[in-house]
């Protein structure tokens, strides 16, 4: 297992579009979770999944936003109807674990959306 | 609510010289997790060091340390002898079962 791949690399899309990017966690990781970086600032926290179950979201995540965790495995995050204001790193990070977990966070090298 | 405060801004220094990054967390849980990240321009985000909220020995890896101080609720962590390649975005994160970032502390080190 290399870590925890995200597609694409980097996204340019016209304001009002739908884009869709994906997360592979290690495989053996039962949580999920995707993380929102704005220029200057710290990753905020938009969801996260145990197993194929999303377990909270967000107040960030506004209902152009769904993300989805088929059978536990990959992730997708969709944004509908891109805005400016969409435009930043999204970052996935997997773990092994519930509660609070002393086991490691792994992150991906994130997909960086450009609205314009 | 989980809070985590890293003051600095930024930080410029000239290489060999020692940086230390202050974190300040908010919690009301007894048992966390407290973690520190670098993220170089590159952009990915890489794993430093975790330390339970239980566990207040502070420690030396290399070049790096970290001072935990549960009665001041900080965290802080200091590059002994800085070099260029230090040159990156330092976070501190606390964990219950979500990491909460705070905003970054950039690190610059001339050569």
């Known amino acids: 297992d290399t870590g925890v791949s995200q597609d694409p690399r980097h996204k340019i899309t016209k304001r009002g579009q739908n884009v869709t990017f994906r997360c592979d966690p290690i495989?053996?990781?039962?949580?999920l979770y995707w993380y929102r970086q704005t220029l200057g600032q710290g990753p905020e926290f938009l969801t996260y999944?145990?197993?194929?179950?999303?377990?909270?979201k967000s107040r960030l995540l506004s209902d152009r936003f769904s993300a989805e965790r088929p059978k536990g495995s990959f992730s997708t995050l969709e944004i509908q109807r891109t805005e400016q204001g969409d435009s930043a790193m999204y970052l996935c990070?997997?773990?092994?674990?519930?509660?609070?977990?002393?086991?490691?966070?792994?992150f991906g090298s994130g997909t960086r959306l450009t609205v314009v | 609510a989980q809070k985590v405060t890293q003051a600095q801004t930024e930080i410029s220094v000239v290489e060999k010289e020692d940086v230390t990054l202050d974190c300040v967390y908010e919690?009301?849980?007894?048992?966390?997790?407290l973690f520190w990240y670098k993220q170089p321009p590159s952009g990915e985000l890489v794993f430093l060091i975790r330390?339970?909220?239980?566990?207040?020995q502070n420690e030396i890896s290399g070049r790096y340390s970290w001072n935990f101080q549960k009665s001041t609720s900080s965290f802080n962590f200091t590059i002994t002898a800085s070099q260029v390649v230090d040159s990156a975005v330092y976070f501190c994160?606390?964990?219950?079962?979500?990491?909460?970032f705070g905003a970054g502390t950039t690190v610059t080190v001339r050569a």
């Open positions: 495989s053996e990781h039962n949580r």
């Open positions: 330390r339970n909220s239980f566990d207040e």
């Open positions: 919690t009301r849980d007894t048992t966390y997790y």
């Open positions: 990070a997997s773990s092994l674990g519930g509660g609070s977990s002393n086991y490691g966070y792994t």
């Open positions: 999944f145990q197993n194929e179950a999303q377990l909270e």
């Open positions: 994160a606390l964990n219950d079962y979500k990491l909460s």
